[in-house]
Nanobody, 119 residues
Framework: QVQLVESGGGLVQAGGSLRLSCAAS????????MGWFRQAPGKEREFVAS????????YYADSVKGRFTISSDNARNTVYLQMNSLKPEDTAVYYC????????????WGQGTQVTVSS
């Protein structure tokens, strides 16, 4: 059974930091692209960042460039999202997703973790 389990969300003041984790299990994801997405209340889910398990090829939404960093630990099958200089507009449920190469919609999703940034 494929599972993506996010953790690390919480409440933080503007300017603060959080690190999200996504632990993957149930199959080999080495050929997948791992991504972080977020959905704020009343808005559509949007792309935040992505990385290849095989290394390199990191991409970020313009809104988070220079503040967020995506990384992976292949030995732990875990992907991280380090979020610095958080803003109230970063408030959302953050989801981890596993994408097959050449696709834009994840084949697998985590359950999401809430990030709330207070002003």
């Amino acid at each position: 059974q494929v599972q993506l389990v996010e953790s690390g969300g919480g409440l933080v003041q503007a300017g603060g930091s959080l690190r999200l984790s996504c632990a993957a299990s149930g199959r080999t994801f080495s050929d997948y692209i791992m991504g972080w997405f977020r959905q704020a209340p009343g808005k559509e889910r949007e792309f935040v960042a992505s990385i290849r398990w095989s290394g390199g090829s990191r991409y970020y939404a313009d809104s988070v460039k220079g503040r967020f960093t995506i990384s992976s630990d292949n030995a732990r099958n875990t992907v991280y999202l380090q979020m610095n200089s958080l803003k109230p507009e970063d408030t959302a449920v953050y989801y981890c997703g596993a994408l097959k190469p050449g696709t834009i919609v994840p084949a697998y999703w985590g359950q999401g973790t809430q990030v709330t940034v207070s002003s």
